[in-house]
T-cell receptor
């Protein structure tokens, strides 16, 4: 089946730094989303981005579907950015679909 | 606050027991998704319901079942519980289907002793 790999697994940065998180997937996908799980466990959808580039404040994401990867950029990091960032891909198969999540990148922003 | 509610927040039970987790989607959302997050398996998609009907099935065990009611709330039933079922169970909702933004509830933490 499709593999979703995220890198790096862990990232520790000082407040104000920029970061790039990567999501590679082993096959064509129909949908890709980025999520943030904060230290209290709450999951928040960041981007729905099967292709192209989107920006939302200090966060932006780019998916290059033909090369099977997506990048999440965080600029001017704040301590509230800490948590785990997941990418998830959707594969449509007949009348069903599979939603497959990467293992996540754990980001710690130090003040 | 995502608008998705889940009850209970915590649940502690014993092996072999049966529990029911409840989810109320955001107003207007027709789809409900259930996920399991455990330390060793990460986030796993279990099942999706759309407007009362099962739409997609992921890694859901046969001991688990779900349904979505006419008022669009959903319940996840877990039976013959095992220690390995201890996990955080999330519900999410979206307007339509898998290509929509999903909004997550706070989760139910299940501990099986």
């Amino acid at each position: 089946g499709i593999q979703v790999e995220q890198s790096p697994p862990d990232l520790i940065l000082q407040e104000g730094a920029n970061s790039t998180l990567r999501c590679n997937f082993s096959d064509s996908v129909n949908n890709l989303q980025w999520f943030h799980q904060n230290p209290w466990g709450q999951l928040i959808n960041l981007f729905y981005i099967p292709s192209g580039t989107k920006q939302n404040g200090r966060l932006s994401a780019t998916t290059v579907a033909t090369e099977r990867y997506s990048l999440l950029y965080i600029s001017s990091s704040q301590t509230t950015d800490s948590g785990v960032y997941f990418c998830a891909v959707v594969l449509f198969m007949d009348s069903n679909y599979q939603l497959i999540w990467g293992a996540g990148t754990k980001l710690i922003i130090k003040p | 606050d995502s608008g998705v509610t889940q009850t209970p927040k915590h649940l502690i039970t014993a092996t072999g027991q049966r529990v029911t987790l409840r989810c109320s989607p955001r107003s207007g959302d027709l789809s409900v998704y259930w996920y399991q997050q455990s330390l060793d398996q990460g986030l796993q998609f279990l099942i999706q319901y759309y407007n009362g009907e099962e739409r997609a099935k992921g890694n859901i065990l046969e001991r688990f079942s779900a349904q979505q009611f006419p008022d669009l709330h959903s319940e996840l039933n877990l039976s013959s519980l095992e220690l390995g079922d201890s996990a955080l169970y999330f519900c999410a909702s979206s307007v339509f289907g898998s290509t929509d933004t999903q909004y997550f509830g706070p989760g139910t933490r299940l501990t099986v002793l």
